[in-house]
Nanobody, 127 residues
């Protein structure tokens, strides 16, 4: 099994919804932080949502109120539920996991470096 494998992307119209899944290995799912990132063409990869192993979350301002990150321990799966999609949400979405040196909550997950990546899943939102 690949350490991280994303799925669930697709093409939707503005205002639509998608739910991304990330199947993680047991080792990856045991990390303190799990996160969703995205990368649009010509842009740097950016963090979208982060979650601790205790379920505490933090979101980028651009997606707050529209996206929800969650993790399901029974299946080692990370989810990203996306509602109210906009054309600027178009990107390849990646999941990742890491245990930072300091585990003081979701802000630690936002500020730490991630190095393990899946293959990504494409999300395209048309206007």
């Amino acid at each position: 099994q690949a350490p991280l494998m994303e799925s669930g992307g697709g093409s939707v119209q503005t205002g639509g919804s998608l739910k991304l899944s990330c199947a993680a290995s047991a080792v990856m799912f045991s990390r303190y932080c799990m996160a969703w990132f995205r990368q649009a063409p010509g842009q740097e990869r950016e963090g979208v949502a982060h979650i601790t192993d205790g379920g505490m979350t933090t979101y980028a301002e651009s997606v707050k109120g529209r996206f929800t990150i969650s993790r399901h321990s029974a299946t080692n799966t990370l989810y990203l539920e996306m509602n109210g999609l906009k054309p600027e949400d178009t990107a390849v979405y990646y999941c990742s996991a890491v245990t930072p040196l300091r585990t003081y909550g979701p802000l630690a997950c936002r500020s730490t470096r991630y190095e393990a990546w899946g293959q990504g899943t494409q999300v395209t939102v048309s206007s």
